[in-house]
C-alpha cells in the first residue's frame, strides 16, 4: 500500500538489542506494508546497562523506560517482549496488538551437539532464568546451574568458547534473529513449560490514541491474544512476577464434538517450581477462546489446592 506523504510517522520505541530492534522492525514493517510511514527509536534501559540477575534487577526492568518514552511524548507507540511485562495493568497504556507468536517452546544450544539427555551428570548450564533452573533441576540430571545473562550472541559464546556445556533460552529469540541453526534440541513442555507469554510481542501504546489503537489492531492475533491472556492471568492470580520459578502454556486447538462439529477450545497447562527442583506442582484445564482470563484463573485455583503457595512462600523467603 502506498504511503501517504501527509501521514504522521510513528515513533516505535524499542531497546538497542538485535533482538529488541528485530522484533521492533517486524512490527514496523507490517505498520509499512500497511501504508503507515513508521520509524525505530531507540531508547536504553537499566536493564540493558546492568549485568545482575534478571531475579534481582526486578520485574519490569526492561519496559519501564520504554513506557515512560511513550508516557511523555518521545514515543507513540512501543514493541516489547510480552514476558518481560509486569502482570499488574498500568491504566496509562493499551496492548493494542498481539501479532502472531513465535514457538514459545525452551531451546537448549550446547557442546557437540548434545541434547540434555546425552549431556554427562556435573555438566554446566546457563540460564537467566530461576524458572528453567527449577525445571532443569527437576529433571534429575546433575546438571550444574549457572546464571546466564548478555545479549543472546554473547551467551551463545559462552558454548562456543568452551565457558559452559550448554545454555538454555526461548527458542522464539533465536528464530527471529535467524539462529536456529544453532539448536541442539527443543524442549517440549512436558520437559520444561515456557515463561507465561514467551514468544509472544506486546504493542503497546497511550490508552487514550483512539487513531494509533485502530491502526495497531490490525495487526492483533486472536488464538495469540487468547493463549497469552490465559496464561498471564494465570501468573496475575499466583501473584508471582517474571523472575518466579512458574511456567505455562495455552494454545488453541480444534475438536470435534459429537454431531462432528468442529469448534475451537483453549488449552492451559501450568506448573510451580521450588528452586532446587525438588517439587513440581502441575495443573491443566480446557475451556473457550473467548473465556481465557476464566481458564487462567481456573488453572491458577488448582495449582493453589495442590500447594503452589507454600511453594512460591518458600521462593519469597529465599529471596
Known amino acids: 500500500m502506498a504511503i501517504s506523504p501527509e501521514a504522521p510517522v510513528i ?31 531507540i531508547i536504553s534501559t537499566d536493564g540493558d546497562r546492568s549485568s545482575a540477575p534478571i531475579a534481582e534487577i526486578g520485574v519490569g526492568v526492561f519496559t519501564a523506560a520504554l513506557r515512560e518514552a511513550i508516557h511523555d511524548g518521545r514515543v507513540d507507540m512501543a514493541v516489547h517482549s510480552y514476558k518481560d511485562l509486569p502482570t499488574a495493568a498500568d491504566a496509562r497504556f493499551v496492548i493494542a496488538a498481539i501479532p502472531p507468536r513465535e514457538d514459545p517452546r525452551d531451546a537448549l544450544v550446547a557442546r557437540d551437539g548434545l541434547v540434555l539427555g546425552e549431556l554427562p551428570a556435573g555438566s554446566v548450564i546457563g540460564t537467566s532464568s ?43 529469540g533465536l528464530s527471529r534473529i535467524g539462529r536456529l541453526g544453532v539448536v541442539t534440541e527443543t ?82 497447562r501450568g506448573c510451580v517450581a521450588t528452586l532446587d527442583g525438588s517439587d513440581v506442582i502441575r495443573a491443566s484445564g480446557i475451556g473457550t477462546p473467548e473465556r481465557a482470563a476464566d481458564l487462567g484463573v481456573s488453572v491458577a485455583t488448582e495449582l493453589f489446592e495442590l500447594g503452589a503457595r507454600e511453594l512460591l512462600v518458600e521462593r519469597g523467603s529465599e529471596t
Open 11 to 41: 515513533r516505535i520505541g524499542t531497546r538497542g538489542s538485535l533482538l529488541a530492534t528485530t522484533q521492533a522492525g517486524h512490527v514496523r514493517d507490517a505498520l509499512l506494508a500497511a501504508g503507515h510511514p513508521c520509524e525505530l527509536v
Open 130 to 172: 530461576p524458572r528453567r533452573e527449577a525445571q532443569l533441576r527437576a529433571l534429575g540430571l546433575g546438571l550444574e546451574i549457572r546464571p546466564l545473562r548478555g545479549n543472546l550472541d554473547t551467551r551463545l559464546n559462552r558454548v562456543t568458547s568452551g565457558d559452559l556445556d550448554g545454555i538454555v533460552v526461548a527458542r522464539a
Open 187 to 268: 524442549l517440549e513442555p512436558v520437559q520444561m513449560l515456557p515463561a507465561p507469554a514467551q514468544g509472544a510481542l506486546a504493542v503497546e501504546c497511550r490508552a487514550g490514541d483512539t487513531e494509533l489503537i485502530a491502526v495497531l489492531a490490525q495487526l492483533d492475533d486472536a488464538d495469540t491474544r487468547a493463549a497469552v491472556t490465559a496464561e498471564r492471568v494465570l501468573l496475575a492470580e499466583l501473584e508471582a512476577g517474571c523472575s518466579a520459578p512458574v511456567g505455562a502454556i495455552a494454545e488453541v486447538v480444534e475438536s470435534i464434538d459429537e454431531d462432528g462439529n468442529v469448534f475451537e477450545e483453549l488449552s492451559l
